[in-house]
């Protein structure tokens, strides 16, 4: 989801679309509110539905965790036959990926007017590169993709540990409202549901992987009670995917997925109801 913070003089944007369509429409919507220039583009992290967008708002400085500088140049654009299998609906031409001109690593504050927009990271959670975005006089945090809500959380790159760990340290900075990357606006209540839906995964996918179940027999057996009725609750097998790596020890940083295959391989478990 992007979001947008208007100044005085200039607009902060959070987070481009995954398409130079669905980003453009976005910029739309910014200018029936405002006509003021959008001076910063942040990335919450680097996955494409948040950065493929960055493009389409030529002249504006984008910051990013300088983690997901790197994650976004060395990933570059994903395959397009694969995209158009996973996404028929959309229309990934024309994107050209566009990394951020200013890095950071621990924080960074952007004196807007007056008001503090705090650029905070904690380590890794959904990937190695999520930052959060605190404006700590309005108590709102724009959480990226730390907090799914009512959509299935999907964990294939960062750490469930770290993630868990960050999800309490994002609460005890006292925020009354929430944007998810994924899910509607909410309080507090929203940020325990992802995190209720974290602990239950860990849990139940650590007893799977001590008992020596291979990854597709424990997503298969993990009963996920309310988090069922999340749309995409097939995410499933990538979170155990990487679970089994987190368990081994392995660093999230060099021990990666091979999306395409587990997208593959889910995709033909959906299929034969096995997910
Ligand atoms: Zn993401």
């Given at each position: 989801m992007g979001v947008f913070i208007v100044g005085k003089d200039y607009v902060v944007v959070v987070d481009s679309l995954s398409t130079v369509g669905l980003t453009q429409r976005f910029k739309d919507e910014i200018r029936k509110i405002t006509d003021k220039p959008i001076r910063y583009l942040i990335n919450t992290h680097h996955h494409g539905d948040h950065t493929?967008?960055?493009?389409?708002?030529?002249g504006a400085t984008i910051i990013s965790h300088d983690y997901c500088r790197r994650e976004l140049t060395e990933a570059g654009m994903m395959d397009p036959n694969l995209l158009n299998t996973i996404f028929p609906e959309f229309d990934f031409r024309g994107i050209a990926v566009t990394p951020a001109g200013i890095t950071f690593d621990k924080q960074l504050t952007l004196h807007m007017d007056g008001r503090e927009v705090r650029l905070l990271y904690f380590g890794p959670?959904?990937?190695v590169d999520d930052i959060i975005v605190h404006l700590p006089q309005e108590g709102v945090i724009f959480a990226g993709d730390f907090i799914f809500l009512y959509s299935t959380p999907l964990?294939?790159?960062?750490?469930f540990a770290g993630w868990l760990k960050n999800l309490n340290a994002m609460a005890k900075?006292?925020?009354?409202t929430y944007v998810p990357g994924h899910g509607p606006v909410c309080g507090v209540e929203g940020l325990k549901q992802c995190r209720d839906y974290l602990v239950l995964v860990r849990r139940e996918a650590k007893k799977r992987f001590d008992k020596g179940m291979t990854v597709d027999e424990a997503a298969k057996d993990?009963?996920?009670?309310?988090?069922?009725?999340?749309?995409?609750?097939?995410r499933i097998l990538f979170n155990v995917e990487r679970l089994w790596r987190e368990f081994r020890g392995e660093d999230p940083a060099t021990s990666k997925l091979n999306l395409a295959e587990v997208f593959l391989r889910m995709d033909a478990m959906v299929k034969a109801g096995e997910l």
């Open positions: 493929w967008g960055n493009h389409v708002f030529a959670g959904h990937t964990g294939m790159e960062g750490s900075l006292g925020a009354r993990i009963d996920l009670r309310q988090f069922k009725q999340w749309p995409n609750h097939e």
